[in-house]
């Protein structure tokens, strides 16, 4: 099985999910709402955080299903496939405010070419 395949796949069914409201994680977003410039900079400082996270998580993932640990293994593919979801909130955040920046829907499509399609 390839785990990145697996992880692309989860995360592609929790993109179809309502997100509803903001996580915790994610709150810290709403500080700097009403400046454009400044979430879409707190928002890619988080994508970048969370993704280097959950790359480490699919690494991980890797090692336990090659000594054998499916458990642990499938465990840490949730966790990346979460972080993946979080960094699509953000982004979701950030576009729902300010639809035709730039950087935010490239940022955003980077997100789904990388990591979620």
């Known amino acids: 099985m390839n785990l990145i395949l697996t992880c692309a796949t989860v995360c592609a069914s929790l993109v179809a999910q309502d997100a509803g409201t903001l ?3 994610l709150r810290h ?3 700097v709402a009403g400046n454009e410039a400044r979430l879409v900079d707190a928002a890619r400082a988080f994508d970048v955080q969370n993704a280097a ?3 480490w998580d699919i690494t ?3 090692s336990h ?3 054998g640990e499916y458990d642990l293994a499938k465990a840490k593919l949730r966790q990346a496939s979460a972080r993946f979801e979080l960094i699509r909130q953000a982004y979701d955040e950030v576009l729902a405010r300010y639809p035709k920046n730039a950087r935010a ?3 955003y499509g980077e ?3 990388d ?3």
Do not use: F, G, H, R
């Open 60 to 62: 991980l993932a890797e």
């Open 65 to 67: 299903q090659a000594a």
């Open 23 to 25: 996580p915790d994680e």
């Open 53 to 55: 996270l959950a790359n």
């Open 29 to 31: 977003l709403a500080a």
């Open 115 to 117: 990591y979620i399609t």
């Open 105 to 107: 829907n490239n940022y």
């Open 111 to 113: 997100l789904l070419y």
